[in-house]
């Protein structure tokens, strides 16, 4: 069904002291074929320019309305926030920091059908907006998927900034934990009863800087950004608060319930049966849990992956 210019899409746009690249992702959201959209702008107490930037804009657009947080959420609780004021059936997260290609929402909103989640591909600039000369698949596999093993690692391929989101997920995820980034608590939900679409086009703009530290970032800019991630205890208590809560999530009616029990079995200690335990249940399940990584040779890189389950936290 041609959906053009009859669902109301909500933006959600999060802002915090994004008044450097904002301006150019205003107008790319403004600029979109898709006339039927809201865009819901918070800003999680900036201190530069941003909400000045906001508030000229919402001046000249109808559809644009900003919230200022009476005080800081962090990003997760501030894009639920967002989610919970959308009007619109259909919802597409924003950075502050990307630039839209003008038909991102027309593409999505025709492709996803009944699915859950439909996502594009990303093409990568830098600060200036000059193409890096590569894209968001030639660093991660992007592909169709329904299976919520894919989210026992972190850094899944379906990142906020290239979703379109039925509305229903949203209701079904709440409340957002925040251990999780949005979209990948999202993403996983989604796949309870429905599937998450990958659309092989490149509709956004992508912005590669200092500041964003994310999981589209390469491994090597991931640990220089975000330092030390804590004691071999801490991970492991990390670990466990993260399987918990797939477990909690899971429906008991999936079979994917009993696999989430057996890895939180696994991750209560580092002693040899758990660590065996956790090594199998990686390989038995790789090809579901690793499909999101990009590798060369696929099948050979999977089982490295799972063995090294068995000497560390994954």
């Known amino acids: 069904m041609d959906r053009l210019n009859t669902d109301l899409v909500s933006i959600i746009l999060t802002t915090f002291n994004g008044e450097r690249f904002l301006k150019e992702q205003l107008d790319s959201l403004i600029a979109q074929s898709y006339q ?129 989101i039925n509305k229903k997920v949203v209701i079904e995820a709440l409340p957002f934990p925040v251990i999780f980034s949005h979209d990948n608590w999202l993403g996983f939900v989604a796949t309870f009863n429905s599937s998450v679409i990958f659309v092989n086009q490149v509709l956004v703009q992508y912005r590669r800087h200092n500041a964003n530290l994310t999981n589209a970032l390469h491994k090597k800019d991931r640990k220089k950004l975000a330092g030390k991630k804590g004691t071999k205890q801490q991970r492991m208590l990390k670990a466990q608060r993260r399987l918990k809560l797939l477990y909690d999530k899971c429906p008991n009616q999936l079979p994917e319930k009993a696999v989430f029990a057996q890895l939180c079995k696994s991750y209560e200690s580092y002693s040899v049966n758990n660590n065996f335990l956790r090594m199998c249940l990686f390989f038995k399940h790789r090809n579901k849990i690793l499909l999101h990584k990009k590798y060369q040779h696929v099948q050979l890189k999977r089982c490295l992956h799972c063995l090294k389950a068995f000497f560390k936290i994954m």
């Open 36 to 164: 039927n959209i809201e865009i819901i702008a918070l800003d999680d107490g900036s201190t530069d320019t941003s909400v000045s930037i906001l508030k000229h804009y919402a001046s000249s657009y109808h559809n644009i309305t900003v919230v200022e947080n009476k005080q800081n959420l962090g990003y997760v609780k501030n894009f639920e926030k967002g989610f919970l004021l959308a009007k619109g059936d259909y919802i597409a997260p924003c950075d502050q920091d990307d630039i839209w290609l003008a038909n991102k929402i027309e593409v999505l909103i025709n492709a996803i059908g009944d699915n859950a989640i439909v996502y594009c591909d990303s093409e990568f600039i830098d600060e200036q907006g000059k193409a890096l000369g590569q894209k968001m698949s030639d660093v991660k596999s992007l592909t169709d998927f329904n299976n919520p093993l894919m989210y026992i690692e972190v850094g899944v391929s379906a990142l906020g900034h290239a979703m379109l």
